[in-house]
């Protein structure tokens, strides 16, 4: 399982508020263990343990689905995108809660099979709070994420290796929903990429501060239900982030980045 060791310079203060957002998040899916010794100014040693023996009350996951397709191929690592809004047209004021409601937007298939053509693999990561108020049921979620996973494929041939979902309330105050980035530590622990190599493609501002907590690169794509927001002249949470049409968009920056 997974174990990792870094070095924190408690003199710099963003490298500090990641180390600390990280911790609380593995904490309260209870999967923390911190050791850490101590010289003046440093932590020299900070290693987060996916443990077994966490509380379970503690224990508050998201749902994943995966899709069974074959990791082995993705030799540059992986993409992170949002759902409702970058791969799917995003509902205002609800939730994509039957079939009839999906629609995906133009471009997104083609661009997930060009990410897989690149060597990437892609994976969803999105709040789905409906499931929590008991608008939606996880089978329902569950046949949502088939049906698009299926539209995706017939489409373009592309793959979505796994879905990783909050189904949980605000009020519950999990680790999993963004803009906590819990559901991208857990993604990275199952398939082991780089963060820092991983952008998140989002199409919220909320997704902008999920990739900032978790440490990884963003991309903005303006076909979500925020573009207004940005357009209005509301500042992105990091400055630089790349602000882009779409998902094919987005990929082509991401691809001819260097
Ligand atoms: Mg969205
Ligand atoms: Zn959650």
């Known amino acids: 399982m997974g174990l990792e060791r870094s070095n924190v310079d408690l003199t710099n203060l963003e490298c500090l508020g990641m180390l600390l957002s990280r911790a609380a998040a593995l904490y309260a899916v209870g999967r923390l263990r911190l050791h850490f010794t101590q010289k003046p100014g440093r932590i020299n040693e900070c290693a987060f343990v996916n443990g077994q023996d966490a509380p379970v009350g503690m224990r508050r996951d998201p749902i994943v689905i995966t899709t069974g397709c074959r990791p082995s191929s993705h030799s540059n690592g992986y993409v992170l995108v949002d759902r409702d809004g970058v791969l799917n047209v995003a ?16 471009g997104a298939a ?18 789905q709070q409906c499931v929590g108020k008991g608008l939606f049921s996880r089978d ?18 592309g793959e979505i290796d796994a879905f990783y979902y909050c189904p949980h309330l605000r009020e519950e105050r999990c680790a999993c929903r963004k803009p906590s980035p819990g559901m991208i530590f857990a993604a990275q622990d199952r398939f082991g990429f780089d963060l820092a190599e991983t952008p998140f493609i989002g ?43 779409d998902l094919a968009e987005a990929v082509g920056h991401w691809l001819r980045r260097r």
């Open 91 to 106: 509902v205002a004021n609800g939730y994509v809660t039957d079939p009839s409601m999906l629609h995906i937007l133009p």
């Open 110 to 127: 083609e661009a997930v099979a060009e990410l897989n053509r690149a060597g990437y693999g892609v994976i969803v990561i999105s709040n």
């Open 140 to 157: 329902g979620l569950r046949q949502i994420t088939e049906r698009l996973r299926d539209r995706i494929r017939d489409a373009s041939g």
């Open 203 to 245: 199409d919220s501002y909320t997704d902008l501060e999920t990739a900032k907590a978790a440490g990884t690169p963003a991309i903005f794509t303006l076909c979500g239900l925020e573009a207004e927001r940005y357009h209005a002249g509301e500042p992105l949470p990091v400055a630089s982030t790349p602000v882009v049409a």
